[in-house]
């Protein structure tokens, strides 16, 4: 399988993607870790978790997976690795979601840190280790956070990587202008608005947040690492690698962010609820503005599109990923925000119905 990484990475092949790591120099040794993660019916992704996290696994390490409740096979695909191996740990939790099986992992976990990933993602041969550094020192941060590789198959998928999600080589030191394109559009990485598929924490710092937000089937990741940054410090890991792939049709991909509007309305996180009123408002303005045919207005409403599409040109551009890609960067946008726009307002709208009702 070989795919576009859409991330200064031209080819990214699954095996080098789980090769041999880089030499690094000497570091302190970290302390030891379960690796959580949470299946459902994914009895092919299991195979590629086991084989990607054994081998990074130390003395002391485990790898705890929770099956929701799968019928094709893959709890017992769990349980046979847990034979052959003591480090792997099978448990079973019928009917939870994303949230409460990690919840699950965390409570049955043997360390103090936990690492969680998915087994839809390619993990590196470092990640472990990278993900894991921020821990080995005498004041530890309560998270770290790496940055999903996003894959990319089309031109539509390179524009949606350079678009719609953070740009792990901008995580460390983003630039200046890169910080502020992301405090006004968002975009930008910010290991308090964390992927649970590179995220490590404590222990002492998921106890003192309640755990993931059971309540949520989506964006749960990010409300807990907001809750988690109320009263610890998040870093990046900038070398916590792993290789996402994206959904594989436009309807799928608005589904995808459909859902995560909904995630983002039922959190009552306002950060998270705030970028998609803005979202709101700014195509609304835009439309008002450009129907004014008023050159002032036509040049403010431009002026605004051009600032939006900025960072994701300059990546298109960077990456050399073509004039294709560029060409659908609106196209790309337009998917991300009306999808969770539309996620967002079936939540209040339902709520309005109930109220209704109760009235």
């Known amino acids: 399988m070989t795919l576009h990484a859409g991330a200064d990475r031209p080819l990214v092949d699954e095996q080098n993607a789980q090769g041999r790591p880089p030499i690094y120099p000497a570091r302190a040794a970290r ?14 992704a299991v195979d ?3 084989g990607s996290i054994l081998p990074q696994l130390g003395t002391g390490d485990e790898l705890v997976v929770v099956d929701g409740g799968s019928r094709d096979g893959t709890f017992q695909r769990l349980v046979e690795y847990a034979r052959q191996d003591e480090r792997v740990r099978a448990l079973k939790a019928a009917g939870a979601n994303i949230a409460a099986g990690r919840n699950v992992a965390v409570a049955a976990a043997r360390n103090e840190l936990i690492a969680c990933t998915d ?43 350079a678009a719609c999600y953070a740009d792990p080589h901008e995580a460390s030191d983003p630039p200046r202008w890169v910080r502020l394109y992301g405090r006004v559009f968002g975009g930008v ?14 222990r002492t710092a998921w106890r003192g947040v309640g755990g993931f937000p059971e309540r949520l089937r989506w964006v ?27 959904r594989g049709s436009v309807p799928a991909t608005f589904r995808m962010y459909f859902r ?41 409403a431009l002026t605004g599109v051009g600032a939006y599409y900025s960072l994701p040109l300059a990546r298109v551009a960077r990456r050399r990923a073509g004039v294709r890609a560029a060409a659908c960067i ?11 726009v539309a996620g967002a307002a079936s939540v209040h709208l339902r709520r309005s119905g109930w109220r209704q009702r109760d009235v």
């Open 189 to 202: 990485f910010d290991p308090s608005l964390p992927f649970a598929r590179s995220l490590a924490f404590t």
């Open 119 to 161: 087994a839809g993602c390619i993990v590196a041969a470092h990640w472990l280790e990278e993900l894991t550094q921020p821990f080995a020192v005498p004041d530890p941060p309560g998270l770290a956070a790496g940055v999903p590789h996003v894959l990319a198959r089309g031109a539509l998928e390179r524009a949606q990587s």
């Open 31 to 44: 302390p030891a870790v379960s690796v959580i993660a949470t299946v459902l019916d994914e009895r092919d």
């Open 260 to 300: 995560y509007g909904i995630g983002a309305a039922q959190s009552g996180e306002r950060q998270l609820q705030a970028r998609d009123g803005v979202r709101v408002g700014a195509y609304v303005a835009g439309t008002l503005l450009l129907a004014s045919r008023r050159r002032g207005a036509i040049a403010l």
């Open 220 to 246: 749960e990741d990010g409300v807990f690492g907001r809750a988690v940054a109320a009263g610890h410090r998040c870093v990046v890991a900038p070398g916590a690698d792993v290789y996402w792939e994206q």
């Open 330 to 340: 609106p196209l790309a946008l337009a998917i991300k925000d009306f999808g969770k």
């Open 48 to 50: 590629r978790l086991v």
